[in-house]
């Protein structure tokens, strides 16, 4: 089931022109930067494969982005830093001295490949934010183009919803839908 709602979703986003994304991209960017602003710690990510860019209004001194350190374990921890593509040509920070701990983070902006209204989230499959948001306290927002938003995503047990969906159209506060 997940597989094949994670490639009816890959094709639809995946079918959105360029300007689409850049123009919803900085939509979406506002919608992230209004909510956090005040955060001084935040963890985002690099945008991969169509998925929209929450950093564009963001300084570089207020993110940290995800460093794959064992892609068995699916693990990684937040960096400050030049990106450089590196696993599966996602850009990523170099490793280097300013890491963040889990329990220093206010809020991580999180990817997805789809989500529902209740936060649920579709990732490519691997299980590294999962993981990683498992114990998290700070605020979990989820970020995607509207069309990725569907009624219901397949979840288990260990998937971790996020509190805020943010699209180009809508602020979804989802653990009022839990």
């Avoid at 979703?9 to 079918?15: D, I």
């Amino acid at each position: 089931m997940k597989n094949k709602q994670r490639n009816q979703l890959l094709k639809r986003r995946g079918a959105l022109n360029r300007s689409f994304v850049n123009h919803k991209s900085i939509v979406i960017s506002r919608k992230v930067f209004e909510l956090l602003k005040r955060k001084r710690r935040v963890a985002s990510y690099s945008p991969y494969r169509n998925e929209p860019n929450p950093n564009l209004l963001f300084s570089e001194n207020f993110l940290y982005f995800p460093k794959v350190y064992s892609v068995e374990k699916a693990r990684m921890r937040f960096f400050k830093g030049v990106l450089v593509k590196s696993f599966k040509g996602i850009k990523e920070p170099r490793f280097n001295r300013r890491a963040v701990y889990r329990k220093q983070l206010e809020s991580v902006i999180v990817p997805g490949v789809g989500f529902d209204e209740r936060g649920y989230r579709l990732g490519y499959g691997l299980g590294f934010y999962d993981r990683f948001l498992k114990d998290f306290k700070g605020l979990k927002v989820g970020v995607a183009f509207d069309c990725c938003v569907v009624k219901e995503i397949a979840h288990s047990e260990g998937d971790i919803p996020v509190d805020v969906l943010i699209t180009e159209r809508r602020k979804i506060f989802c653990k009022l839908r839990r």
